[in-house]
């Protein structure tokens, strides 16, 4: 993986509310706590601990936000993937725990924003839309979740022509929209937890990859040309780290690509997306779309390709984007990118031990907005010595994926086929 990279050519770089250029680390330095990776998993534990007095180091490899967290659709969306998995593990009280787990990001998020004034276009509202009479029946059936929990926020069930009327589309069969879940910029929201962890006192270096784990009662971090000792070390390199071959063996890397239109009038607002909602399918090859806080159309999918030419993504989902929207057949589109999502086995999040003082996050499945927020909180709580929710994910061996490493790409385009043909039944 190529190191020291400027951002993506995403939408969100070309509005990022700022530009970061924190240091490069150099010499020997020590710290509470040094935290692997500024995406949203590294950020959100530092600032926690930040706000608890540790001090803490970040190293990451390119910028800030430079990994899926800077990249990603925007969408925030409760729950934790693989959450009946998880549930089954628990017992008892599991489910209502987990539930409530499913929600804990969306809290932090929410209060983070208020707290330190993150302007990142945070807004409410989103629907699952259907597409086969069995999405329905998932999602009745989440709807009977949303009822049995008390669920304290908005939502309903939408009919076939409700769905028409508030997406401008006749490709989907209902939707149920829940207003808790909602969108934002989430480049500016790395970049504002980065920024409220740095007033704290943390510190940040950029263009830093790390290059090796010393263990030992402290932990030293090496990069080429300095080292950070710590009391614990966070690995939150997710899908954009290769310095621990055991991590890499149990997540499988899938890309996912987003295009950004220009900025759509006012009448076409009003034609497709009159409530400001983000929008997901429930394929495994799924379509996700939403507007941006300056109305351009941010419509997201997976293909099977490795690289990150804006032409060949574009190529790639206009067409399927006007299977939607024919009426957006002339509309120009600015933006093409893509990223890696880290997605494990059997759908759940990944966190553990690889020393008594090393521990790591990763492979939320597409699910990254919301669980990075409560993954940060848990992995601080560990720092801090409690392992009541970290243990809910420890407990569950991760699946390990043979020939992963090896054969990364024909796995990621095998994955894609067999994926393709589940979503055609
Ligand atoms: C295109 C796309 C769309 C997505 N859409 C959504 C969505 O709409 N909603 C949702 O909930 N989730 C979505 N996701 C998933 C979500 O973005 C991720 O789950 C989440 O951002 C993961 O955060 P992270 O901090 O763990 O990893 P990342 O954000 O990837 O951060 C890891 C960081 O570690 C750094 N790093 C790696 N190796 C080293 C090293 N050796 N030394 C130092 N630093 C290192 C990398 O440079 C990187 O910045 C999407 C992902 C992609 C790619």
């Not at 159309?297 to 206009?318: A, C, H, M, Q």
Request: contains cysteine; neutral net charge; glycine residues 10%.
């Amino acid at each position: 993986m190529a190191f020291k990279q400027p951002h993506t050519a995403s939408y969100y770089a070309a509005s990022a509310n700022h530009q970061t250029d924190y240091a490069s680390l150099e010499g020997a330095q020590s710290a509470d706590v040094c935290v692997i990776g500024a995406g949203f998993t590294g950020i959100s534990t530092a600032l926690h601990l930040a706000e608890r007095g540790y001090s803490v180091s970040i190293l990451e490899a390119n910028k800030v936000g430079w990994g899926a967290s800077g990249r990603n659709g925007g969408q925030m969306i409760g729950g934790i993937s693989g959450e009946n998995r998880l549930a089954a593990s628990l017992g008892g009280d599991g489910e209502r725990r987990l539930w409530e787990m499913g929600w804990a990001g969306h809290d932090i998020i929410r209060e983070r924003v208020a707290t330190y004034s993150i302007d990142c276009d945070l807004k409410f509202g989103y629907v699952d839309v259907a597409i086969k009479p069995r999405h329905i029946r998932d999602l009745e059936s989440y709807y009977e979740q949303l009822q049995k929990f008390n669920f304290p926020h908005s939502y309903a069930m939408l009919t076939k022509s409700e769905t028409q009327n508030l997406l401008g589309t006749d490709t989907y069969i209902g939707a149920l929209r829940n207003d808790a879940n909602g969108h934002l910029h989430p480049l500016n929201l790395c970049l504002g937890e980065a920024a409220a962890a740095v007033s704290l006192g943390a510190t940040i270096y950029e263009n830093s990859p790390v290059i090796d784990i010393k263990r030992g009662s402290k932990a030293t971090v090496v990069t080429q040309k300095g080292s950070i000792t710590a009391d614990f070390v966070v690995l939150a390199g997710n899908a954009y780290h290769f310095l621990e071959p055991k991590l890499r063996g149990v997540l499988f890397p899938v890309n996912s690509f987003i295009i950004g239109s220009e900025p759509l009038s006012d009448d076409m607002v009003k034609q497709i997306n009159p409530d400001d909602l983000a929008v997901c399918d429930p394929n495994y090859i799924l379509e996700y779309f939403r507007l941006s806080a300056d109305k351009r159309l941010l419509f997201g999918g997976r293909f099977t390709y490795f690289g990150s030419d804006p032409e060949v993504i574009k190529t790639n989902l206009i067409p399927r984007l006007l299977k939607i929207y024919p009426q957006l057949a002339n509309t120009k589109f600015d933006f093409g990118w893509g990223g890696t999502i880290g997605v494990t086995a059997n759908r759940v999040p990944q966190m553990g031990k690889l020393a008594p003082n090393i521990i790591y996050s990763q492979g939320y499945s597409g699910h990254g907005v919301n669980v990075t927020h409560l993954a940060g909180k848990i992995l601080a709580d560990t720092v801090g010595g409690t392992l009541e929710q970290f243990d809910v994910f420890a407990d569950i061996k991760p699946i390990w994926i043979p020939g992963q490493h090896l054969f990364r790409n024909q796995m990621v385009a095998l994955g894609m086929l067999y994926y393709k043909l589940v979503d055609r039944l």
